[in-house]
């Protein structure tokens, strides 16, 4: 079955500093890899996915995240945060029967000037 | 235009009531979903509307929940004789096409609590 992990529950980091948050996954399926971002008080919100071809995929506020299909992860980076990019953020893969999405834990990033 | 919107944004029950949670998804979106995120956790998936048809719905955690789209629309959970376990933030998402390539748009969810 598919399952996803986000190793970290909380990561704090200074303003300008650069972030990883990562996150593997399980599956036996051919895979689409998504991260979505929840700001406070909104809504979820897709931030980037794979679904094939380059294996880097960016989004438009300078987040991006690799497939590494050996390591099973998906992890997300940004070499240098601002402070509303503080957010909940969820890695998620499609289920086997491609009807919807599984969800990680989620991981808090805390970003303080 | 407008989102994905959900009602209510908040729901307070006592044990063993019926609730229904209503969800209006974006207009044209013909796939229509139903998660469940409790206090700490990632979404998780309850069932999946294509048109008007549950085309799965194998996250229903039991016969207690139930979910109708009548006319591929709007769409009603429902949950039979509420437990306290069932409190969590029960979200909406829909998208063009039913395939998890298509984005899914969430709603702002609804908060049920159980007391």
């Known amino acids: 079955a598919q399952s996803v992990t986000q190793l970290d529950s909380q990561v704090p980091v200074f303003e300008e500093a650069p972030v990883e948050l990562r996150c593997n996954y399980s599956?036996?399926?051919?895979?689409?890899l998504f991260w979505y971002v929840q700001y406070p008080n909104q809504g979820l919100q897709l931030l980037l996915k794979?679904?094939?071809?380059?294996?880097l995929v960016e989004s438009i506020n300078g987040f991006e995240a690799e497939f590494n299909k050996s390591q099973t992860s998906f992890h997300l980076r940004k070499p240098s945060v601002h402070i509303s990019d503080t957010a909940e953020y969820f890695c998620?893969?499609?289920?086997?029967?491609?009807?919807?999405?599984?969800f990680g834990k989620g991981t808090t990033l805390s970003v303080s000037s | 235009g407008a989102g994905v919107s959900q009602t209510p944004s908040n729901k307070v029950t006592e044990k063993g009531k019926y609730v229904e949670l209503r969800c209006d998804p974006i207009?044209?979106?013909?796939?229509l979903y139903w998660y469940r995120q409790s206090l700490g956790q990632g979404p998780e998936f309850l069932i999946y509307?294509?048109?008007?048809?549950?085309?799965?719905d194998s996250g229903l955690p039991n016969d207690r929940f139930f979910a109708v789209r009548p006319e591929g629309s709007v769409s009603t959970l429902k949950i039979q004789r509420t437990e306290r376990g069932d409190s969590a933030v029960y979200l909406c998402?829909?998208?063009?096409?039913?395939?998890?390539?298509?984005?899914?748009?969430f709603g702002p969810g609804t908060r049920l609590t159980v007391l």
């Open positions: 998402a829909s998208s063009l096409e039913g395939a998890p390539a298509n984005e899914q748009f």
């Open positions: 599956s036996s399926v051919s895979v689409y």
């Open positions: 794979y679904l094939s071809g380059s294996t």
């Open positions: 998620a893969v499609n289920n086997q029967a491609g009807t919807a999405l599984i």
């Open positions: 207009s044209g979106h013909t796939a």
């Open positions: 509307f294509q048109g008007t048809g549950a085309a799965d």
